[in-house]
């Protein structure tokens, strides 16, 4: 697998642990249109039903962000949608491999997929919490902005989506040690306390 492979294939898979639709709808718009050259394998996309399951299935998303708690519900059913579509599309883009390689592929989508939806999800019901409906909004707006943005980069400049990919994946990395290693630390107080 080369730079510009990789770097398609981890733009897609993250950018779908946020919004698979739109992700869906990008590749299969950037396909039917020939926004920018594509390897054959990306006509897989190119489906009017598929384009536009995709597109219907992304304004239903667009407005269920938005709803303060029904947004959470609409995530956690796609706590595993969305990691199989970003290895559906991460084996996609590869094209023609062996089917090792296209299993190791697939691992690797899924996963960048499922570490940016639990992401996604765990931010948003964070800003559940807050009293305002303002703060969830613009989650969801910047959600749409950056899933666009990340498409972009992944069809017009792979490398590029490649360093994003990677530089917030070591992100999300940094911060679940840090959250895992201060939720150890306060059961371990709280083990102190109770012993004493």
């Known amino acids: 697998m080369d730079l510009v492979t990789l770097g398609r294939t981890l733009g897609f898979s993250f950018a779908a642990g946020v919004n698979l639709y739109a992700t869906v709808a990008i590749l299969g718009l950037a396909a039917r249109y020939g926004w920018v050259d594509l390897p054959p394998q990306f006509q897989t996309f190119n489906n009017p039903v598929i384009i536009g399951t995709a597109l219907v299935l992304y304004l239903v998303e667009f407005f269920a962000d938005k709803i303060p708690y029904f947004d959470t519900v609409w995530d956690m059913l796609h706590t595993a949608i ?3 579509g970003g290895a559906l599309i991460a084996v ?4 023609d491999a062996s089917p090792g390689v296209e299993g190791l592929v697939a691992l690797l989508g899924g996963t960048v997929a499922a570490g940016s939806h639990l992401t996604k ?17 613009a989650l969801s707006f910047g959600e749409d902005v950056f899933v666009v943005g990340l498409g972009y980069l992944a069809l017009a400049h792979p490398i590029a989506a490649l360093l994003v990919s990677g530089v917030l994946l070591i992100v999300i990395v940094v911060f679940a040690a840090v959250i895992v290693r201060t939720v150890r630390r306060w059961f ?3 083990r102190v306390a109770a012993a004493t």
Do not use: D, I
């Open 82 to 84: 969305r990691p199989l």
């Open 121 to 137: 999800t765990s931010t948003r019901a964070v800003a559940n919490t807050s009293p305002e409906p303002a703060s969830n909004w």
């Open 188 to 190: 371990s107080r709280r």
């Open 92 to 95: 996609t883009t590869l094209g």
